[in-house]
């Protein structure tokens, strides 16, 4: 197992900069999501830390040793990509055991890995087949991994391994890594733009968006304790809410008022807030249809609702403001339907309006 430690990197192309002074941890047999928007740095964090791409400044250490005149080869890193790039002239077999070849191992050595490798990846039985074409895309990408595997890698980098794949082979895989990484205690990384994939995968999130790690946390402190409107907008479906308005003071309470109606925060300890300028993250969750009783009781109308099976996501104007919410089952609500809601106090999560840092 091996520490990886990406400390202040920066990396351009061209006129693009990709990484920003980039700094990430993650602990010996660690399995950690870099998680973040198409075109975040996430790809190119990866292609420096397996060599493949040399930062234009930074260091990158494993267990305390910097590695950056360390060539690919010899980092003893394997990247694993969405891309599965099977040798389509080799067997399954074949492919398996191509890096093994290359390091000029005996035959019944590599035999020994394949086999084993296989077991752990469940395609024993796929190691006669002679074409990877008639794979079908979970096996091929069983295949591509077990490839990666056998070199027993000190890092597993894996480049959203499995976005190519249909929603049910997504649940099977994202269990299958997590099993993987227990049993093979190797140091894992994990890309991807779905914040979902990362909570199942991942034991700790590295939130990254125009090159820089937004907030580095546990997947419940970042749903939980945003750092900032980001984080907020970017983990959760449908996304959190957001209301604008300024905040006043009331007798035991903050009062947010949006020019079209006002709501009771229960928030404490905020100084220097009265008349300022916030936004406010209201997660659809927390907005309650049809409350019995509670705070901020509103009326709403329909605008549409999305059943989605275990699920329905209703749109709704409070006012000229639209918001989201979630409730259970299907549910039938109609166009212009006047509906009740309730927000409580403690749930909103209040913003700077020019910064859009977390405030309290």
Request: aromatic share 6%; net charge positive.
């Amino acid at each position: 197992m091996t520490r990886v430690e990406v400390k202040s990197l920066w990396k351009s192309f061209g006129k693009v900069q990709a990484l920003r002074g980039l700094d990430v941890t993650v602990e010996s047999g660690d399995i950690v999501a870099l998680l973040g928007p198409t075109g975040a740095g996430k790809t190119t964090l990866m292609k420096c830390i397996a060599g493949v791409e040399r930062p234009d400044k930074g260091d990158i250490l494993f267990d305390g040793e910097s590695v950056l005149d360390t060539p690919p080869w010899e980092r003893n890193v394997a990247m694993f990509f969405q891309t599965y790039a099977l040798y389509p002239h080799m067997s399954v077999y074949d492919n398996i055991a191509y890096p093994l070849r290359e390091r000029k191992m005996a035959e019944n050595e590599i035999k020994d890995i394949v086999q084993r490798v296989a077991e752990k990846l469940r395609i024993s039985h796929l190691l006669g087949r002679k074409e990877p074409a008639t794979l079908s895309g979970g096996e091929m990408q069983r295949v591509a991994l077990a490839r990666a595997l056998v070199r027993e890698p000190r890092v597993l980098l894996l480049d959203e391994p499995i976005s190519n794949l249909d929603a049910k082979l997504r649940e099977e895989m994202r269990a299958e890594f997590k099993r993987l990484h227990r049993e093979l205690k190797r140091t894992l990384i994990y890309a991807t733009p779905d914040y979902l994939e990362a909570f199942a995968v991942a034991e700790k999130i590295a939130l990254i968006n125009e090159g820089q790690v937004i907030q580095y946390d546990t997947p419940i402190n970042i749903l939980r304790k945003p750092r900032n409107k980001f984080v907020a907008t970017f983990v959760g479906s449908p996304t959190a809410n957001i209301l604008r308005g300024v905040i006043k003071l009331g007798k035991e309470n903050l009062l947010l008022d949006t020019g079209e109606f006002q709501l009771t925060l229960n928030k404490t300890g905020l100084r220097n807030i009265d008349g300022r300028e916030v936004e406010v993250a209201i997660r659809p969750v927390d907005v309650v249809l049809e409350p019995v009783s509670g705070q901020n009781l509103l009326r709403a109308r329909v605008v549409s609702s999305e059943k989605l099976g275990t699920h329905t996501i209703v749109t709704l104007k409070v006012s000229n403001v639209e918001m989201k919410t979630v409730v259970k089952g299907i549910k039938n609500y109609r166009y212009g339907e006047e509906v009740k809601i309730g927000i409580e106090g403690d749930k909103p999560l209040l913003f700077d309006a020019a910064s859009g840092e977390v405030l309290g």
